[in-house]
């Protein structure tokens, strides 16, 4: 049985184009070997020609991983939740679910970046939401809601949790307010 969590392909492209936009405004945090820079970049590519439908979501789902081996080369805290978010980006051709956890990771860079800053993180989450179009939201929308339904990243488990969780609780809170 397929997850509430999964979305249809459809569904997934365009919430990919989302992602893929939130996760590429902290990518200048990401600082790695040559290697890991080029995978992180092909990741970036990868995720806007499947948004675009140019690509199948089982050739993204062979390689939503790599991002997610290249934060382990990041020379930052902040780099890594910035790889992070692009693997994020990456797997919603597997789950749209992990839309949501694009935007939140990218917050996440954002404030190991600018500790204490909290006016910057704030106007993080303030650009994601303005940059959600309205399909985009709606589609957003289906998604349960954080920690209810374990069928996938939204799940109790490493999204629900610290300024993951926030975030995404916060992003789910607006979306479904407008």
Not at 41 to 67: F, K, M
Not at 93 to 122: D, F, N, T
Request: aromatic share 2%; net charge negative.
């Amino acid at each position: 049985m397929t997850s509430i969590q999964t979305l249809s392909d459809e569904d997934r492209r365009i919430v990919a184009q989302w992602a893929v936009a939130c996760a590429e405004r902290v990518l200048p945090l990401f600082d790695a070997d040559a290697t890991a820079e080029a995978q992180v970049r092909d990741a970036v590519a990868r995720t806007h020609a499947y948004g675009r439908g140019e690509s199948t979501a089982a050739e993204e789902i062979r390689q939503r991983l790599v991002p997610v081996k290249a934060a382990n080369a990041a020379t930052t805290p902040a780099g890594a939740a910035a790889a992070r978010a692009v693997a994020q980006a990456a797997a919603v051709a597997h789950m749209g679910a992990h839309a949501l956890g694009a935007a939140a990771y990218a917050v996440k860079a954002v404030s190991l970046a600018h500790p204490k800053q909290h006016e910057i993180v704030a106007a993080e989450i303030s650009w994601q939401i303005d940059h959600l179009t309205e399909q985009q939201r709606l589609i957003l929308r289906q998604l349960p809601a954080l920690g209810t339904d374990s069928s996938g990243p939204l799940g109790p488990g490493l999204l629900s949790k610290g300024i993951l969780g926030s975030t995404i609780s916060e992003l789910q809170a607006q979306i479904m307010r407008e």
